[in-house]
Every structure is written in C-alpha cells, then in structure tokens.
C-alpha cells in the first residue's frame, strides 16, 4: 500500500483520458430510467439518448482536431486546427490577440513559441520580459487553460453528460455505493441537429451520430485563490489512429523542451540575495567578496530551476573600480547560492571600496525527460490503438463525499461507470489501470486494532467485490484508490487475509 500526493494525479477524463491508458474503450450508453410516465419525463430521456448518440462515438475517437475559441476570463484564445489524442495530449497551433504560436502538450506540461504579442497577450503588458519568437515557453496552468484535458475527447464527453439525482442508499452499504437515478439530465433539444445540456449548446450532423460542435462552459483554471470559468465555442472533427499517431511525432520532436523550458511570468524574488566584502584586509589588485544569492517564487509550479547570475563589482568615491566577478549558478525555488568571489584589476584604495552587486535569474519549469518519453509512448499506445470495452450510465453515488472524490480521481462523474466483462469500475489512471475509488466513511468501520470489522456488512461486499473485478479485468490491473490511509492499509490486511491478490491499494487523499 503506498500514498499518493493528489497534486500529481491528473483527472482520467469521461471514456479514455488516461494519459497512460493502454486500453480504449467502446461507449456503449445504457439510458437511464424514465422517472415517471409524463411528457416532460419522456422528453428528457428522448433528448438525452440523442445526446448519447452523439458524444458515444466521439468520446473514443483517436483524436479530435477543434478550431474556434476558448476563453478564461479576459485571455481568449484561438484555435486552428488544434489536435487532441484520446490519451490527453496536444499538437497545433493556437492564438492570442491574433497572433498565432505553436502549441505542444504531453499531460500536465504545455509549452508554446510565439512571438512578442503572443506573450504580451497571455502574460499582460506589465511582464517585465518576454520569451524569444524561437524559445519555446512553458504556460503556467494555474493562469492559462489545461487545453489537452478539456479537450480530450472523453472528458469533453464527460462536461457534457449532465447531472442526475439518486435514489437513498441503504445503511448497510458502503459508502461508495450506488443508487438507482431518480431523475433525468438537464438536456433540451432546440433544433434537429441542437441540444442543449445544462448551459452548454452541443452541436450535432445531420444524422444526430457525430458531435461536431460545443459553445459553452466546460471547466475552469483553478489558480492559487481564484477559479476562472473556461467558455469554449468550437468546431470539432474526430480524428483516426492515423491523425493520433501524426500528433505523437510532433511530441516526440519536441520531449526535450516539454521537459525543461522558460517558466514566464514566475514571480520570482531574488531581494535576499546579498554581495559583501570578504572578512580580512582587501589587497589590490585583487579583493574577495562573498555572495548569497536567494530565489523565493510562490508560483505554484510543481518543479522549478533557475539559473542565477551574480555580477559583483566594487565602487570607490561613487565609481566603479576593477573588474567585477560574474558567477551563475543553478539552482532551486526557495534555495540558496553562497560562494565567493573575486574582483580583479582594483586600483590602490583611495578611500574605501564598496560592494556593489546585481542579481538577475531565468527560471525554467522542469518535467523528467524519463517521465515524458514514457507519456508519450504510453499516449501514442493508447491513442492509436482500435477500441474495446464499454462505458455507461449508471446509478448515482448518493454520498456527496464520494461522489466528489470520486471524481477527483477519475474526472467521471458519479453516474457513468467504465464497465469490463460486466463490472462496473470508476474509471481508469493514467496508466491504464483499472480504478476503483474509495471515498471518506470507511475509517469508521475500523476496530480498535485498525482492522476492517467483519461484522460490518460492506466487509463482505468489498470482499465480493474485489473477486469479481479481479476475474473481469483479466490481465488489466486494478487498483483501489482510498482517500482514508487507515482504511487502506485494512483492506490491504482484509484482502491478503482472504487470498485475494492483484488489487494494488493506494491512498490518495480527498482535495481540500
């Protein structure tokens, strides 16, 4: 059993938006119950079964191409063409204040080589520098839309499932379980080829079998203490294995910078960083002074490496004097230089030397390059592979709790499931794993030594359960995601006790 910080899980979108996934899937929407016999009940489920008959076939597509906008808040961003795999990845071009930039995306780490207007547009006139027209730029997430996430075909899928009610659920249950929906999603149909889910327009062919148009809110930037509707009024084409494979190759051509490249617009600090006289006499012509260089950033990038430079000089009445040291060095957010340096060529003192230093810094945001040729290759498996399994509507996690960690970890919301051999699972990592999520409430079925009381009822239900997703995965791994780290380390005991191998349990922990 081992725990996993939740600022590293990305969402796994509605059908296939693992980033790692090595299985597609088919969707296959089994439509919910009518909740009564009325026109206004019957309505409903026609409209939403023309929903699912649209957003199905697309939400498994390869890949998908969009041209349009999105917009957050005052950054309206254009795109033209811009391509977006199964697994949550992205090539193409896009645009600020109509001037265009390349756009490249492997899971959470975007990148984009524009020109100065482009900066100026996504960063603000105020940004005391911008990247070169031929740098590629890392785009700060918490400020500029996850484009890949919200577009990937699933999870654009999932923003437009709509929201439904479920019935009580027992007191024997556990806490993740479902109940029987008792009402109808929000959709509406406006036209032959117009529905509308919740506030969001969906754009269907002809035929009403291909989504080929979205206009509305499908997410947020969720920034340090601010979360910035995303508005999106898109064209969109799915694309084949063909497209996916084509979008890998300009991934790959591009790892290195989508490891390490400028970070931007960091509020990065170098006021503690300090130059003064070395201790002892100062004898020219050379004299030494020692340097602590201090970078601090808030920024809330998870990896960030800066690369300093210290020029250290001496002044004498008022002018500078000699030939100032200039050292750079690397290193990390909130640590700290010290070394000393030497200025050479002083002149005889006539009077005192004072230290004069000035500090400057680049600071790059940094992904493993181990972990984004994995992404790729795994993106590039998952993306170009043909489809198999199947999604569907299901009943609704009535506990609010879980219902909300739920889709956390898996980006689904509680009333879709991902089904194999006819077992419901909560949706996929991005490693293709199986998921099955574990909300808070299981601690409190703990004895006094921390094991899973066996008299609980939801002993036995785990138990049957983890046996019959275990034989319908086959070959696939499951893994049991727990917010509680007691309840996981039980389970963990309860499922060894009873002979039942292949289950990883983790613990990642509810958002706050």
């Known amino acids: 059993m081992r725990t996993i910080d939740r600022r590293y899980?990305?969402?796994?979108?509605?059908?296939?938006?693992?980033?790692?996934?090595?299985?597609?899937?088919?969707?296959?929407?089994?439509?919910?119950?009518?909740?009564?016999?009325?026109?206004?009940?019957?309505?409903?489920?026609?409209?939403?079964?023309?929903?699912?008959?649209?957003?199905?076939?697309?939400?498994?597509?390869?890949?998908?191409?969009?041209?349009?906008?999105?917009?957050?808040?005052?950054?309206?961003?254009?795109?033209?063409?811009?391509?977006?795999?199964?697994?949550?990845?992205?090539?193409?071009?896009?645009?600020?204040?109509?001037?265009?930039?390349?756009?490249?995306?492997?899971?959470?780490?975007?990148?984009?080589?524009?020109?100065?207007?482009?900066?100026?547009?996504?960063?603000?006139?105020?940004?005391?520098?911008?990247?070169?027209?031929?740098?590629?730029?890392?785009?700060?997430?918490?400020?500029?839309?996850?484009l890949a996430d919200l577009l990937t075909p699933s999870r654009l899928a999932a923003s437009l499932s709509g929201d439904q009610r479920g019935a009580s659920r027992g007191s024997d249950a556990i806490p993740d379980a479902r109940s029987p929906a008792v009402t109808d999603p929000a959709v509406r149909r406006t036209s032959d080829t117009t529905l509308v889910s919740g506030e969001v327009t969906v754009t269907t062919d002809d035929a009403g079998t291909a989504l080929v148009g979205v206009r509305g809110r499908i997410g947020a930037v969720t920034g340090t203490t601010t979360r910035t509707p995303v508005v999106a009024d898109v064209r969109i084409v799915a694309r084949d294995a063909s497209a996916a494979q084509a979008l890998y190759g300009d991934l790959s051509a591009q790892s290195g910078e989508l490891a390490r490249s400028i970070a931007p617009g960091v509020a990065l600090s170098l006021s503690r960083s300090t130059a003064r006289p070395a201790p002892g006499a100062c004898t020219p012509p050379s004299c030494d002074a020692d340097v602590s260089i201090v970078a601090t950033s808030a920024t809330p990038i998870d990896a960030l490496t800066v690369i300093a430079t210290a020029n250290v000089g001496f002044e004498s009445r008022g002018r500078a004097v000699g030939r100032p040291c200039v050292r750079t060095v690397t290193l990390g957010r909130g640590a700290t230089a010290r070394f000393r340096c030497a200025v050479t060529a002083l002149p005889r003192p006539n009077g005192p030397f004072a230290v004069r230093g000035t500090f400057t810094a680049t600071v790059y945001a940094e992904t493993p390059p181990a972990t984004i040729t994995a992404r790729v290759s795994a993106g590039r498996t998952m993306s170009t592979a043909p489809p198999t399994g199947t999604f569907r509507r299901a009943g609704v996690k009535t506990d609010t709790a879980a219902a909300r960690y739920g889709t956390q970890i898996t980006g689904l919301p509680s009333n879709v499931v991902y089904e194999v051999g006819e077992q419901a699972f909560d949706g996929r990592a991005d490693d293709g794993v199986l998921l099955v999520t574990r909300g808070p409430g299981y601690s409190e079925h703990l004895d006094s030594g921390g094991a899973l009381e066996s008299t609980w009822p939801g002993y036995q239900q785990l138990l049957a359960q983890a046996r019959a997703q275990k034989a319908a995965a086959g070959s696939t791994p499951v893994r049991w995601v727990f917010a509680e780290k007691d309840a996981a380390s039980a389970t963990t005991s309860a499922l060894s006790a009873n002979e039942i191998t292949g289950i990883e349990v983790v613990t990642v922990p509810a958002a706050g």
């Not at 489920?45 to 957003?55: K, M, Y």
């Open 9 to 146: 899980v990305r969402p796994v979108a509605f059908t296939a938006a693992a980033i790692v996934a090595l299985i597609v899937v088919v969707v296959v929407i089994v439509l919910p119950n009518r909740t009564s016999g009325s026109a206004e009940s019957s309505a409903a489920f026609t409209t939403t079964r023309a929903l699912d008959r649209a957003t199905g076939p697309f939400a498994v597509a390869n890949a998908a191409t969009y041209s349009g906008t999105v917009t957050a808040g005052e950054l309206r961003i254009g795109l033209d063409g811009l391509a977006v795999s199964a697994a949550g990845d992205a090539a193409g071009t896009i645009a600020v204040d109509d001037t265009s930039a390349d756009y490249r995306q492997v899971g959470p780490s975007a990148i984009a080589r524009g020109g100065e207007k482009f900066w100026r547009g996504v960063l603000g006139d105020s940004a005391p520098s911008v990247p070169r027209s031929t740098d590629w730029a890392h785009l700060d997430q918490t400020r500029f839309p996850d």
